[in-house]
């Protein structure tokens, strides 16, 4: 059920990057190249999730939002695996971008993929000039100076030296966690009751840091084939990991108390329609890939 729900969202959201990017150029093949490869595209499928509890949003304007983050969560691989950062060669199944089109290009489809999902926010045809501002404020909050951009230069920063428990969740949220939770804030745009808003931000923010645990143990028990990408990367570089800190079982623990405190937030949200949010909740802790 869920399997074929995320299926349906990938479809959707593929056919649609294809659209917005087009093919006339170097820099455009080099965008698709990373925007179209197997991914799991959890992130569209949080925002589909969100906005069915109470459908403020019609289908074109889900599938932009919905195509916006995944094109930013697409630049932000991109730019992780350069050498300058991760310095990975494997990414969602083959090459890294920037083993396949060179670093100059890979950096410019990355800033490309960013600067598309803003535009796409701006140009659509169904969302009024408050939701897009909305919308705008949220994902440059998300992944900014103060957000993903920041989570990143403190999990460089880590690679030096031993950080705490506190830290690495910080840093967790920063770097993914954040953007997940903009997904949920996503399909709530139109959306003006703050009650609610809140409980769903709370619930954004337990399961975009779990999401991340989760990410830290695949790393240790899973391979390069199921993930897509190196396993050794985060002991390569040093990494400070969750799992690292406080050990596989303390972090599967861990993951499992986020998923169960954000369900709990769903109580007290007046729909009938939370189960594909409970559905994506459970799927982050137990995923295999
Ligand atoms: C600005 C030069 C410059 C670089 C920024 C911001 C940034 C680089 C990187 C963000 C940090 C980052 C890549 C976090 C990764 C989080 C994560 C768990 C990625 C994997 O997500 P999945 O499992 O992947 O959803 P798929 O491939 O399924 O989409």
Known sequence: MLNDYLSEVRDIVSCNIRDVI????????????????????????LIFASSEINQYLNINS?????????????????????PSMDD??????????????????????GDALQSLAFEIIANDSDLNSS??????????KAIGKNGMVYGQHL??????????????????????????????MFGQIGNQNKE???LLRIFGKN??????????????????????????????????????IIGAESANKRAN??????????QNVRSDKVSLLIDLAKYITTRKN
């Open 22 to 45: 087009g093919n006339s150029n170097l820099i455009e093949e080099a965008m698709n190249y990373s925007a179209l490869a197997d991914s799991k595209m959890i992130r569209a499928g």
């Open 257 to 266: 108390e986020l998923k169960e405190h954000a369900i709990s937030q769903l």
């Open 88 to 109: 990975d060669n494997f990414r969602r199944g083959k090459k890294a971008n920037h083993i396949v089109y060179g670093e100059a290009n890979a950096i410019l489809a």
């Open 155 to 184: 999990d460089i920063e880590s690679e030096k030296r031993r950080v705490s428990q506190n830290e690495i969740e910080d840093i967790h949220m920063l770097k993914t966690g954040l953007l997940i939770e903009c997904s949920i």
């Open 131 to 140: 939701d897009k501002v909305q919308a705008i404020n949220l994902l440059t």
């Open 207 to 244: 399961i975009g840091l779990a999401f991340q645990i989760i990410d830290d143990l695949l790393e240790t028990t899973s391979d390069k084939e199921t993930l897509g990408k190196n396993i050794d990367s985060d002991k390569k570089n040093n990494k400070s990991t969750y799992v690292k």
């Open 196 to 198: 609610e808003l809140d």
């Open 62 to 82: 889900k599938i932009t939002l919905a195509t916006s983050l995944e094109l930013i969560h697409t630049y932000s691989l991109i730019h992780d695996d350069l």
